[in-house]
Nanobody
Framework: QVQLVESGGGSVQAGGTLRLSCAAS????????WGWFRQAPGKEREEVAA???????TYADSVKGRFTISQDKTKSTMYLEMNSLKPEDTAMYFC???????????????????WGQGTQVTVSS
């Protein structure tokens, strides 16, 4: 069964740090993009960061300099290190995969065809 499982969410105070993990199982693409998305209540889902199989990352402007995306191919796991967290970072965070895509060829949200169940991040002021 192909699936993505997130972990690492929780509640922190503003300025704090969290590290999210996304473990993939049964995923056989050698070329891919993995991404982190978030959705706050009443808001649309937005892309936070993405990384491809060549290790090329991309970030939303709102998290540049604070969040770092990485991957460990030996563990089929992607990470999102979130530093200097702000209350506006509060959301449900999802990881997703786009098979056969790189950062350069990624068309957008619709290219991600495998999603995790989400993990909640809450940042209090």
């Amino acid at each position: 069964q192909v699936q993505l499982v997130e972990s690492g969410g929780g509640s922190v105070q503003a300025g704090g740090t969290l590290r999210l993990s996304c473990a993939a199982s049964g995923y056989t693409y050698s070329t891919y993009c993995w991404g982190w998305f978030r959705q706050a209540p009443g808001k649309e889902r937005e892309e936070v960061a993405a990384i491809d199989s060549d290790g090329i990352p991309t970030y939303a402007d709102s998290v540049k300099g604070r969040f770092t995306i990485s991957q460990d191919k030996t563990k089929s796991t992607m990470y999102l290190e979130m530093n200097s967290l702000k209350p506006e970072d509060t959301a449900m965070y999802f990881c997703a995969a786009a098979g056969g895509k790189t950062i350069a060829t990624l068309g957008g949200f619709g290219d991600f065809d495998l999603w995790g169940q989400g993990t909640q991040v809450t940042v209090s002021s």
